[in-house]
């Protein structure tokens, strides 16, 4: 009979041309798969980690530059986030002349390494608070009144900046224009009315804990309902105040 031949293949790592006692099997494993394994698992939590450090530099970021405005901030990352950056130890986050952290941002991170890299993350910041809008159609000229306005919460973003957010705003003003009803009030429709006639006759009230002054006085200049004005007494003197709604001079404590 024709002699015929077998092909061997390759055993592998795992396999032998002998038979493996079950503590020779172990440590093989032991001395070459399991380091490749853990290694492999390291490479890829790395950039994962880094993403996490990343993310959390923009949030800590953009919470110092919203503090003190009108709201609830909430702050997102869009679109892919962090997930593409490079791995950073310290990234640094900023944001670029003439932006603002309010809506939708591009936020920057850089890194300071051998091979610097600055990239940009898009971010989205949310200010949940109050604001005002006309609870039935208010004419021009007309002075605001009790009536004329109501309260509303929203995301301040996704409004006008000039959105009025204090009721403060909104003593003794007159709509410059026509506000259908449920427009937001913002700070160009509205106006001081004014109260003080430059060359009038005003009375100067200096108030404190327990006590109250008044003089007689002449405006200097107009004034609206809060507004600096200046006013000369009957002796002479200068005297400098905040015009009130009745039409008084307020003088600052």
């Known amino acids: ?9 390759d055993p592998g790592p795992l396999l032998h041309t002998y038979p493996m006692t079950f503590s020779e099997l172990r440590d093989h494993v032991l001395r070459t ?6 290694a492999a698992a390291c490479t890829a939590s790395a950039p994962a980690f880094a993403a996490d450090t990343a993310s959390a530099v923009i949030e800590k970021y953009l919470q110092v ?3 003190g405005l009108p709201g609830k901030v909430t702050i997102s ?10 791995a950073c130890d310290t990234p640094e986050a ?3 002349p003439g932006a603002t952290p309010w809506g939708r941002v591009s936020v920057g991170v850089r890194c300071q390494t051998e091979r610097p890299w600055t990239r940009f993350v898009q971010a989205h910041v949310s200010v949940e608070g109050s604001y005002f809008v006309a609870a039935r159609a208010i004419d021009a000229g007309r002075p605001l009144g009790a009536g004329d306005v109501a309260e509303r919460t929203g995301d301040l973003t996704r409004l006008p900046r000039s959105v009025i957010t204090s009721a403060t ?11 259908a009803p449920g427009a937001p009030l913002r700070k160009e429709l509205v106006r001081g009315v004014t109260v003080i006639q430059q060359g009038q006759a005003v ?13 007689e006085a002449r405006a200097m200049t107009g ?5 600096v004005v200046q006013a000369k007494t009957r002796d002479g003197r200068l005297v400098s105040g905040v015009a009130d709604e009745e039409g008084q001079i307020q003088l600052a404590q």
């Open 169 to 179: 705003e909104l003593a003794g003003v007159v709509t410059v224009n026509r506000v």
């Open 203 to 215: 009375k100067v009230v200096a108030q404190g804990q327990g006590f109250v002054v008044s003089t």
């Open 1 to 9: 009979m024709p002699s015929s031949s077998v092909a061997h293949r």
């Open 94 to 96: 900023f944001l670029p």
């Open 33 to 38: 798969v399991l380091p490749a394994l853990v």
């Open 223 to 227: 004034a609206a309902v809060g507004a």
């Open 65 to 67: 530059q919203t503090a």
């Open 77 to 86: 990352l869009e679109g892919r986030g962090t997930a593409a950056l490079p």
